[in-house]
């Protein structure tokens, strides 16, 4: 049930102030405050630390400890204590708790790039993507080059989220479809037009944790040719869940089909296989920008094989996946080095998409 609970919260929302923290450097540690929460509109800031928790200090409590604390009902008052470096004194900080949902949407300007990194899909995600978005276009003008779609170590979330975020950068076409035993389960989801994100030039980041949700993304914006997939073999988690919950509030995940990419293939224990592999940091930026330049980025055998393999053929597909770009979780720098290295550039952009025009058809 504890476990169940954490979950709910980040799937949900809970009752709290709007803040992250960091136990690891000794104290508690303010880590971010989410815009518009009661952290920020009480002056909170990164880097102040938390002292007290309704006089109770917090020398000694675990990040969970603090946690329960800070947690309440939304509308329930907590009074916290906490140190900052420019005062003497603790600063003692009265809050009413709301109801906060996690933020799973990070933006930051690199150059002329938005890079805009998805840790998770919950109900806001995609509000908060198109948020985003216009934030890049009007910090960044008539120079915006284009958005790093960073979906590594996403485990995904909700599934109409990984619609809504793809839709917004697809005019037409099938998004997924899920295919179970049963014939109502058998359904597909497709784009529309009048998106802001439709003509953004695109590069995602992806890794052996990109799961379930994002791989979704991930394939869609692949298959239709919309943007450049750089990075390793996803995690293979494609499978459609609905979550029960018990009556000790503990839950249970029944799995009832298998998600396809809009080219037919099952995402479950198979992945999505990146467009430009850099599997082990196994090559420099310039090695795999002068693959890209000459068209021999694709590996149009192992995408061949990747659309073809059955969804039963489990050895057939666990040889692909250890063959082919094998997935590693690693969080590598020059993944977003190349992905800049390709937005700066609209010819090589526009090549690399033209060289992997007719992938989603290879089966």
Not at 17 to 34: H, Y
Not at 51 to 67: F, K, L, P, Q, Y
Not at 226 to 233: F, P, W
Not at 266 to 275: I, M, R, T
């Amino acid at each position: 049930p504890e476990s169940a609970r954490e979950e709910r919260t980040q799937r949900e929302g809970f009752g709290g102030i709007g803040v992250t923290i960091d136990t690891e450097s000794g104290g508690v540690r303010i880590a971010n405050v989410m815009d518009d929460s009661p952290a920020a509109r009480a002056g909170l800031k990164v880097d102040d630390r938390i002292v007290t928790i309704e006089g109770e200090t917090t020398a000694g409590m675990t990040s969970r400890d603090v946690v329960r604390r800070l947690r309440g009902a939304a509308g329930a008052p907590v009074t916290i204590e906490v140190t900052r470096a420019a005062m003497d004194q603790p600063l003692r900080v009265a809050l009413v708790r709301a109801h906060i949902v996690p933020q799973t949407v990070a933006y930051r300007r690199v150059g002329d790039v938005a890079h805009i990194r998805l840790s998770g899909f919950n109900p806001k995600t995609t509000e908060t993507l198109v948020d985003a978005v216009r934030r890049a276009e009007s910090e960044i003008g008539p120079r915006f080059a284009g958005i790093i779609l960073d979906l590594r170590n996403n485990f995904g979330g909700y599934l109409d989220q990984s619609i809504y975020v793809s839709d917004l950068f697809l005019s037409e076409g099938s998004i997924v479809s899920t295919r179970g035993r049963h014939r109502a389960l058998t359904q597909e989801s497709f784009a529309r037009r009048g998106d802001i994100g439709e003509r953004i030039p695109l590069v995602v980041l992806i890794n052996g944790n990109s799961a379930s949700a994002s791989e979704i993304v991930a394939a869609a914006l692949q298959d239709h040719n919309r943007a450049v997939v750089i990075g390793t073999n996803s995690f293979g988690k494609g499978s459609v869940q609905s979550i029960l919950t018990l009556p000790n509030e503990g839950e249970i995940v029944l799995t009832s089909a298998r998600f396809h990419a809009p080219s037919g293939y099952a995402l479950a224990e198979l992945g999505v296989l990146p467009h430009l592999c850099t599997s082990g940091g196994r090559d420099s930026i310039p090695a795999l920008l002068d693959q890209l330049r000459s068209g021999r980025f694709v590996d149009r055998a192992a995408a061949a094989r990747w659309r073809s393999v059955g969804p039963d053929d489990a050895e057939g597909r666990r040889q692909l996946r250890s063959t082919a770009c094998p997935a590693d979780t690693a969080d590598r720098d020059s993944d977003l080095e190349l992905a800049k290295s390709i937005l700066a550039d609209r010819n090589l952009h526009a090549a690399a998409l033209a060289s992997t025009a007719t992938l989603a058809t290879a089966r």
